[in-house]
């Protein structure tokens, strides 16, 4: 069993073709499947399946997945930090992190990155939840993860500071002249905006908790994967959005106003083991850049 074996895996399994593999690997088509084959001997069984809509893992396949994704990725991992550690001017950096964050804050150190490194590639992996975020990072995805503080994680973790959670509304919206705080049972007869990267409290979805402690129930009028979706509903009028500050200011046509619980949430950057070479460059480059005014102090969220 040969890490290129595992690699012509993953690959094939994140095609879901042998002929794309094949073309995004560089090699023959042929050369490919007889590696799989031999990985298939060595491991005892068939661990893909051909079908007329393209390749699927066996069960065994599914069993083995995890383990050649790990061992790829911390293959290419090891290749990055030996080269950082050199003083490699090229190399790439495999960034993972949540959509609102990717098209909110993190713009600002990627710029800033660009302008200082511009031999060292980004690539940004962006996710929907939480959960997907912690799992990709657990598979050996990217070499940092940038989103909320997980719960537990075993690595290294360097808070960047609260973000602060605003509501958001269409500039024409009768709310969009408050200057103080709103209360938040004045919302009980208002519309708003779902989005699947809503926190989860106690296995209930953060909003409906915080509603229910103010005496009624949010009327949901859409519900969206995307964070930066929801906001754009929220210009149109199609609802109010709980949602950070950053992305809110970042969207045209639309207007943060406070709430009287005052929301925060922690961004963290997390990873698998301590990071050097170009990631505790990156990571440095967050906790300067986010941490304090861009990332919005209030009250804490409580997830």
């Known amino acids: ?52 809509r393209g390749v699927e893992l066996t069960p065994m396949g599914r069993a083995f997945l995890p383990h050649a994704e790990l061992a790829v990725r911390s293959a290419g991992r090891a290749r990055r930090a030996a080269r950082a550690a050199a003083g490699a001017e090229g190399g790439e950096l495999h960034i993972v992190t949540l959509h609102a964050l990717a098209a909110g804050v993190l713009p600002l150190v990627l710029a800033r990155w660009r302008a200082e490194f ?14 997907e975020l912690r799992d990709r990072m657990e598979r050996g995805v990217a070499d940092l993860a940038v989103g909320p503080r997980p719960q537990g994680w075993p690595g290294p973790v360097v808070s960047l500071g609260e973000e602060e959670i605003v509501l958001v509304v269409s500039a024409d919206d009768p709310l969009a002249g408050r200057t103080a705080p709103v ?9 708003w905006v779902r989005c699947a990267l809503e926190p989860v409290v106690g296995g209930r ?20 994967e995307q964070s930066s979706t929801a906001v754009r509903m929220a ?18 046509g639309t207007v943060p106003v406070a709430v009287d619980a005052r929301w925060r949430r922690e961004q963290t950057v997390f ?8 990631a505790a460059v990156f990571v440095a ?14 009250g804490r969220l409580g997830v």
């Open 235 to 252: 210009a149109a009028g199609v609802g109010i959005v709980a949602a950070p500050r950053h992305l809110a200011t970042a969207t045209a």
């Open 271 to 278: 990873s698998r083991v301590e990071p050097t070479g170009v």
């Open 285 to 298: 480059r967050c906790v300067e850049i986010l941490r304090g005014e861009s990332l919005g102090a209030a």
């Open 205 to 224: 979805r953060w909003l409906d908790v915080v509603c229910e402690e103010r005496g009624f129930t949010p009327v949901t009028a859409v519900e969206t």
């Open 118 to 131: 511009p031999g060292v590639a980004l690539r940004l992996h962006e996710c929907v939840t939480t959960d």
């Open 1 to 52: 069993m040969s890490l290129r074996q595992m690699e012509y895996l993953v690959a094939v399994v994140e095609e879901r073709s042998f002929s794309r593999a094949a073309h995004t690997l560089n090699v023959t088509q042929s050369a490919l499947s007889h590696q799989i084959k031999a990985l298939e001997r060595t491991v005892g069984g068939p661990l893909l399946e051909r079908l007329p």
């Open 183 to 191: 209360a938040l049972e004045e919302l009980a007869d208002r519309a």
